[in-house]
């Protein structure tokens, strides 16, 4: 079953207060005409408004515009997707973390478990900041590391909302939008107010999916000029000639065993051997998936790769992927 087939999931975070719950309840009253599943971090944590739900003595809620699906997470997140599988097809699944989550273990659900990867495809990681208050938090240096989880939440997404950009001035978001760029190079930035934003720039994206992404964007890999974050940085890196399959598992293998925990996502479009087609690379922290995608075409060939996480150093992850070129060079 190729990623078109499988049910898209899209996993919203961000800090308490960013917005969540109100972008929830905003695609649920829309008028999609889908069955959607919304799973809760935290039952409790952030409510489903309540106006929204039939009845609410059930796992599964039937929600009041007659086709969506409102699921508590009650279960492990594993044994939802599974129980979901077994009732009524879905047509997507939106996966809303509670504020102080960490949402690689989620991501992470979608490659480790056979099951889940079979039938679903996790289509984007949407983070949202809360403009009139993330400056403090990402400014903030105390014991709890709310600091350090605002930014860990900005560099982990394929998608940074805005929100609550009403409540500050134009120059203040163009400033934020140059900050956030700092932390992650890689993700697309929208602004919205009070969470209403076009679904089409979050929902059906394929933006965790980079064989659709390199479609839709050829040079979203290449870093522009942009001061990082001293905590996470976003290292770009380019390499003209094919590399060795072979010695690029491997040295990928080395690379998540040493540094997984500071290694947040890798996401590359690489030229392999000989192979006729690009090849697809996708990393959390210790986990990577190495796949071919779409032929390389009249496309000029060579691999570029974007690596984000704590306390990178561009130089020796330069030096380990061009070590695995292919002894064999166009």
Partial sequence: MNNSEKIPVTVLTG?????KTTLVNHILTAHHGQRIAVIENEYGDIP????LVVQAD?????MSNGCCLCCTARTDLIEILRSLLQRNRVDRVLIETSGMADPNPIAQTFFVDDEISAHYALDAIVTLVDAKHVGTHLEASTDDGVGHQVIDQIAFADRIVINKVDLVDDEYVRALELRLRAINAAAEIITSSHADVDLTTILGIGAFDLSHTMAINPGWLEEGE???DPDVTAVSVEFEGALDQAAL????AELVEQRGDDLY???????????PRRFVLQGIHRIFELRAASVWGSDPRNSKAVFIGRHLDGDELARGLRSCAATRRR
């Fill in 15 to 19: 800090f308490l207060g960013a917005g």
């Fill in 48 to 51: 489903i408004d309540n106006a």
């Fill in 58 to 62: 059930e796992e599964i809620f039937e």
């Fill in 226 to 228: 942009h001061h990082h």
């Fill in 249 to 252: 598992e491997k040295w990928l």
């Fill in 265 to 275: 996502r890798v996401k590359g479009i690489l030229e392999i051997d000989d192979h």
